[in-house]
């Protein structure tokens, strides 16, 4: 596994457990505060890290997949942005969505043959 892949799977299951955490805890404490700022960046750290990936595309350029990279960052912003300005509702509404983006980003790379997370889980 290159260091990239490593990098990208390792913040992408820590993201995953701290976020269902995020989810499940009091909204507005400052531990809330700290677990979503952690969360984001390590959400930053997945999108920018699929950057160094092309298996898609055999090291040529990226692929669709990167689109949801670019949303990823694109999505971070802006509950960033709304929550500074005391929007919850559009702030959680962009998190609870990149939360279920990495689940469904997840799950495609774990059951799609041919995908590293797939070969390391089942042997594919």
Not at 26 to 47: E, F, I, Q
């Amino acid at each position: 596994m290159s260091p990239v892949i490593a990098v990208h799977l390792a913040a992408a299951l820590i993201a995953l457990a701290l976020g269902t955490a995020v989810l499940l805890a009091r909204k507005g404490t400052s531990r809330h505060k700290l677990m979503g700022r952690t969360w984001a960046a390590l959400m930053a750290a997945v999108a920018l890290s699929s950057f160094g990936i092309r298996q898609i595309t055999q090291g040529h350029g990226f692929s669709w997949i990167h689109l949801l990279s670019v949303w990823t960052l694109i999505s971070l912003a802006a509950a960033i942005y709304f929550i500074r300005r005391g929007n919850v509702r559009a702030h959680r509404g962009f998190m609870v969505g990149t939360f279920a983006g990495l689940v469904g980003a997840g799950a495609f790379a774990m059951l799609t043959t041919g995908r590293g997370l797939n070969a390391m889980l089942f042997g594919g």
